[in-house]
C-alpha cells in the first residue's frame, strides 16, 4: 500500500461540510479507494440485462480498477467474472460485447466455462509423458475470481464483498421505489456515449447529485425553463446520505430569482433554430419533469423529461475517470416517443447541450486545487445537515451525504 502524508488523513473537524482537498489528488487515498470502497462493502452497477439478453451474450465491464466480465450463462441466469485468466493475468474478452461459448485466454488457450469454473489447460499432462503440470494440479482451484450478483428492474449489480447488505436493503426503499418508477416497463438500448475526464471521480459523483450548479453552471437548463431552483422539487436520501435523487417538476415554475438577474445561465431574448429538440411528452402523472439520481460509489440513473439514461463512472487515477452513457427507451414506445428520446439524446453525454460543461468544470477543479492538499471545499449551503430536503433544492445536503458514506468507509470518520 502506498503512504500517504498523515496531515492528510486528519478530516477536519466539521466534518461532512469540509472536504480536504487530498482526496482529489493523493495517490495513496485513490489506492484505498479500489480496497475500500469498490472491492469492500458496496454494490457497483455493471450493466443492463437488456445488453445480455441471449445466453453466451459477455459484456465488458470494469468495477474501478477491476476489470469484469457480465455473462449470461447457457440456462439463462446472470453471473460476473474477474475479466483475468488465473494462469497469466491476461484479458480473456477484449470486445466490448460478445457470445461465447466458454470464455479462453488468447495467451495460453487456457479456457473456462461461462460460470468461470477452470475446464481446459493445454497440454496439462505434458507431451510424450514429459512436462506438463505437477499431478497435484486441480482445475477446481484455479477458476476465475465470482462476484455476487443482484438484480433490480433490469439493472445488474455486483459486489465483492461477502458482507454488504443485499441489493433492495442497500438502495433503501426511496432509492428502490425510484429505480421501480423509471425502469417500469422492459427496455430497449437507444445507444452508448463514452466521455474520458480530467479529474477525480469523486468530483463528477459530488457533481451529478449537487442542484445547486445545475442552473448557474448549464445555461441551457434555465434559459429555456426546463430546471429552475424556484421549480417545486426537492432532495431525497437514503438514511446514510450516500445515495440521492434531485427532482424537479417544470409545471410549477414561477417568476423570481432568475429573472431580472446577473446570472450567466439565464439568457432572455434566445431561441433554437429547431425547438423541438426541447418538446417532449408527459409519460406519468406525479409531476416529475427531472430525476437524477446517484447510487454509492459511482452509478447515476436520470430521467431528464424524455431523455432516459444509465451513467456508470470508473476511475482511472487521481486526476482521471472514465464516464459511460447508455441511453435507453421503452420496448413499448411508439416511433413518436422514441424519435423524441433520440433527439433529446442531444441533450445529456460528452457534448451535450446541458452536461458539456460538467467535464470541463471537473477538470477545472482538479487543475484549481493542485499545489495546496491541505485546503478545503467549503459544503454548507442549506446548512450541515445530511437528511431529505422536501420542497428546497437550493442546498448542498446531498453532497454532505456523499461524504457522510464515503469517511465511514475509508475510516475517515472523525
Not at 480473456?92 to 489447460?121: M, Q
Amino acid at each position: 500500500m502506498l503512504e500517504t502524508d498523515e496531515r492528510l488523513l486528519n478530516w477536519p473537524n466539521e466534518g461532512n461540510r469540509r472536504v480536504p482537498y487530498a482526496v482529489f489528488t493523493d495517490p495513496a487515498i485513490f489506492a484505498r479507494e479500489n480496497e475500500l470502497i469498490f472491492r469492500g462493502p458496496t454494490w457497483n452497477f455493471l450493466g443492463l440485462e437488456a445488453e445480455i439478453p441471449k445466453p453466451g451474450d459477455v459484456k465488458s465491464t470494469n468495477v474501478a480498477a477491476t476489470p469484469v466480465l457480465l455473462i449470461r450463462t447457457a440456462d439463462g441466469r446472470i453471473t460476473a467474472v474477474v475479466n483475468r485468466c488465473s494462469h497469466k493475468g491476461s484479458l480473456l474478452c477484449i470486445e466490448p460485447f460478445a457470445n461465447r461459448k466458454n470464455l479462453t485466454c488468447v495467451y495460453h488457450a487456457w479456457s473456462f466455462d461461462l460460470d468461470g469454473n477452470l475446464r481446459g489447460v493445454p497440454f496439462r499432462n505434458g507431451v510424450g509423458g514429459k512436462g506438463g503440470m505437477p499431478e497435484a494440479f486441480d482445475l477446481a482451484e484455479h477458476g476465475l475470481e465470482r462476484l455476487r450478483v443482484e438484480t433490480i428492474c433490469g439493472l445488474i449489480f455486483g459486489t465483492f464483498s461477502d458482507a454488504v447488505e443485499p441489493l433492495d436493503a442497500y438502495l433503501g426503499e426511496a432509492m428502490s421505489a425510484n429505480i421501480r418508477r423509471v425502469l417500469d416497463r422492459p427496455i430497449e438500448v437507444l445507444g452508448y456515449q463514452h466521455q474520458v475526464m480530467h479529474g477525480n471521480w469523486k468530483l463528477y459523483m459530488e457533481n451529478a447529485r449537487d442542484p445547486y450548479h445545475a442552473t448557474i453552471l448549464h445555461a441551457f437548463y434555465p434559459t429555456f425553463k426546463l430546471n429552475k431552483l424556484n421549480m417545486d422539487g426537492g432532495i431525497v436520501l437514503d438514511p446514510v446520505g450516500r445515495h440521492a435523487i434531485t427532482y424537479s417538476k417544470s409545471a410549477t415554475d414561477t417568476a423570481g430569482a432568475y429573472e431580472g438577474g446577473d446570472l450567466r445561465s439565464m439568457i432572455n431574448d434566445f431561441g433554437l433554430a429547431d425547438p423541438s429538440v426541447i418538446s417532449w411528452k408527459w409519460e406519468r402523472d406525479d409531476g416529475i419533469s427531472l430525476a437524477v439520481q446517484s447510487i454509492f460509489p459511482s452509478f447515476v440513473i436520470h430521467q431528464i423529461y424524455n431523455s432516459l439514461a444509465v451513467r456508470q463512472l470508473i476511475p482511472i487515477a487521481p486526476d482521471k475517470a472514465e464516464l459511460h452513457w447508455t441511453l435507453f427507451g421503452y420496448a413499448d414506445d411508439d416511433d413518436e416517443l422514441r424519435a423524441i428520446r433520440r433527439k433529446q439524446a442531444n441533450l445529456v453525454g460528452s457534448a451535450g447541450y446541458i452536461s458539456m460543461e460538467d467535464g470541463a468544470v471537473v477538470s477545472f477543479i482538479q487543475r484549481g486545487i493542485g499545489g495546496d492538499e491541505t485546503a478545503q471545499s467549503v459544503i454548507e449551503l442549506g446548512g450541515y445537515d445530511v437528511a431529505t430536503s422536501d420542497g428546497v433544492r437550493a442546498t448542498e445536503t446531498s453532497v454532505r451525504g456523499f461524504w457522510n458514506g464515503y469517511r465511514g468507509l475509508m475510516g475517515f470518520d472523525r
